[in-house]
């Protein structure tokens, strides 16, 4: 049998959590509700705009009841602000145009006296339910699924402060072109990031523990805009083409490997190394029964190998 569902697996899924059991008795009395609630998937039609999330909670009427959460969206001097304290950041730049979500990026609002996640006075709660409490579990099990979807794609917080993920990029490359400070390099598309840019103590901090973060990767439509971006090593400079022919192989062989729909058991045993089958339901997004069935192939195949007994079982990958 699979674990229990769990919600918050990135750093900004955890955030969200903490952020509402940091507001008070009343939600920390419902959340647990809520979460029973959620992992039932009773949560439906989860709609994230700017300033509101909507959803429809199924509860034990026949109808669902209608759940709306709003927050205070930033104001357009606020993100202009914001977008100048991220772009004059070589880092938070950096990882932001990747498509990733900075870490301390909360850190960089506070300067400016904001953050991405709500506080007591902002944050306001409504559900159609006759339960007088406010939250009441139908709301709780919406935050619930919200951090969970925000685990899969965390552009949806800035969209819920009113900057959605191509405004805010736009916006951030715009910022990052027009500066004019000498210690800033300019990160685009189509020009090389000098090599004294790259500092790796920072780039490896801010990968942050990576152990919980499910992906769904996607194939790059251009993968030698990589090697356009970072530029040759001076020594091959002269074997550019031939070195473009080799990043483009690189990544359709990372692509294979990565591709959950090719082998996930493989790959997520090679993610996760011993593990039980539970785990690898919960990561791969199959049942059990799915796992165990390709666990069998896998071990007629020799790429598997097993270790202990009953709920001790643990499976290996061979390399």
């Known amino acids: 049998m699979s674990g229990p569902q769990r919600f918050g697996l990135t750093w900004w899924g955890q955030r969200w959590i903490e952020a509402l059991e940091a507001l008070g008795a ?36 026949a109808r669902p009841y209608r759940v709306r959460l709003t927050l205070p969206v930033f104001s357009d001097a606020e993100w202009d602000a914001i977008v100048g304290s991220l772009a004059a950041r070589l880092r938070h730049a950096a ?84 500066s004019d400070e000498v210690e800033d390099v300019e990160v685009a598309d189509d020009g090389p990031l000098p090599r004294s840019a790259l500092i790796a103590r920072e780039l490896f901090t801010a990968a942050g523990d ?14 030698g805009a990589v090697l356009r971006r970072l530029g040759p090593p001076p020594e091959l400079e002269a074997a550019e083409p031939a070195l473009q022919q080799l990043v483009r192989d690189a990544a359709e062989r990372a692509w294979d490997l990565l ?20 785990q690898l339901a919960e990561l791969t997004g199959r049942s059990p029964d799915e796992v165990r069935s390709e666990l069998r192939r896998l071990r007629e195949d020799g790429r ?11 499976y290996r990958l061979v390399e």
């Open 304 to 314: 598997v190998e097993v270790s202990g007994r009953g709920r001790g079982t643990r």
């Open 259 to 278: 591709d959950g729909d090719a082998d996930p058991v493989a790959n997520a045993l090679l993610r996760l190394g011993r593990t039980s089958v539970a």
């Open 95 to 178: 990882e932001l145009l990747d498509g990733r979500m900075p870490e301390d990026v909360d850190d960089v609002l506070a300067e400016h006296g904001l953050s991405l996640f709500p506080t007591a006075r902002e944050l306001t709660t409504r559900c159609s339910c006759p339960d007088v409490a406010n939250p009441c579990k139908h709301v709780a099990a919406v935050h619930y699924v919200l951090a969970q979807s925000f685990d899969a794609d965390p552009f949806l917080l800035p969209t819920l402060r009113g900057r959605d993920r191509a405004t805010l990029l736009a916006a951030l490359r715009a910022a990052r072109a027009g």
């Open 26 to 61: 009343l939600y920390a009395n419902r959340l647990p509700r809520g979460r029973t609630y959620a992992r039932k998937g009773a949560v439906e039609q989860l709609e994230v705009q700017p300033g509101t999330v909507t959803a429809a909670v199924q509860g034990t009427r």
């Open 210 to 223: 990576l152990t919980a973060v499910t992906v769904r990767p996607h194939p790059p439509e251009d993968p």
